[in-house]
């Protein structure tokens, strides 16, 4: 057949006279196909849009917090040891291992019944490999155990989340030794010390003549 680029009506005229009785009337052109499974396509999903309220909130809820006041991280010791931990701050965290040293009876109902709420979060590879180093260079690593690292991990990345890190130090400042005193020459301590000697025999001598006036005065009288 030769090509058809005519519409439905028109696709017929077009060909040989020879060939017209054996296409049917309602065949369409592959023009009109096309534009047909085009027509009869569904519509590409919209693209989803971002969720604004929940960023919004988001962002709403970090400066909340960054201005509300003082920010707490909490260890097991605080919480063992009880008392009014709400006093301590406004916000308030800690991670999942403080929770598991917390095994007393009283100390779990301390922890049950806290006036706010206690948000549990992990420790980023990156403040902990930070706390390791720091604690190696200061010499304490040995005397910490791998909760204590966490907690001060911690610590510093709720520091370096809220404030930054550039009034921190990254390595521990040079221990202060204090200055000796300078040694005194040896022939300055023997003048002194000659000279303290001369002056208490002066003051003895001064008493001696004083008790021997009183005794002449006494004869005299008599």
């Not at 569904?42 to 960054?66: F, G, T, V, Y």
């Not at 001696?208 to 008599?222: A, I, K, L, Q």
Request: with cysteine; net charge negative; hydrophobic share 35%.
């Amino acid at each position: 057949f030769p090509s058809v680029q005519q519409t439905e009506a028109q696709s017929c005229k077009s060909w040989p006279a020879e060939h017209r009785r054996e296409v049917p009337r309602h065949i369409l052109t592959m023009a009109s196909w096309a534009a047909k499974l085009k027509a009869n396509a569904p519509a590409p999903a919209p693209a989803p849009a971002p969720d604004i309220d929940a960023e919004n909130a988001e962002k709403e809820k970090e400066r909340l917090i960054k201005e509300k006041g003082r920010k707490v991280v909490l260890d097991s010791g605080a919480i063992i040891k009880g008392g009014r931990i709400e006093r301590l701050g406004n916000k308030f965290w800690t991670i999942q291992e403080v929770l598991g040293e917390v095994r007393d009876s009283n100390a779990r109902m301390v922890l049950d019944t806290l006036p706010f709420e206690l948000e549990v979060i992990s420790v980023d590879p990156e403040a902990l490999a930070f706390v390791t180093k720091f604690s190696k260079l200061t010499g304490d690593f040995q005397r910490l155990s791998n909760v204590d690292l966490k907690v001060m991990a911690l610590t510093y990345q709720l520091e370096k989340r809220f404030n930054g890190v550039e009034h921190l130090n990254d390595k521990p400042r040079p221990a202060k030794v204090p200055r000796p005193q300078e040694e005194k020459p040896a022939e300055e301590e023997g003048e002194k010390k000659e000279e303290g000697a001369q002056q208490a025999a002066e003051e003895e001598g001064g008493r001696e003549g004083e008790d021997v006036g009183e005794g002449g005065e006494e004869e005299e009288e008599e």
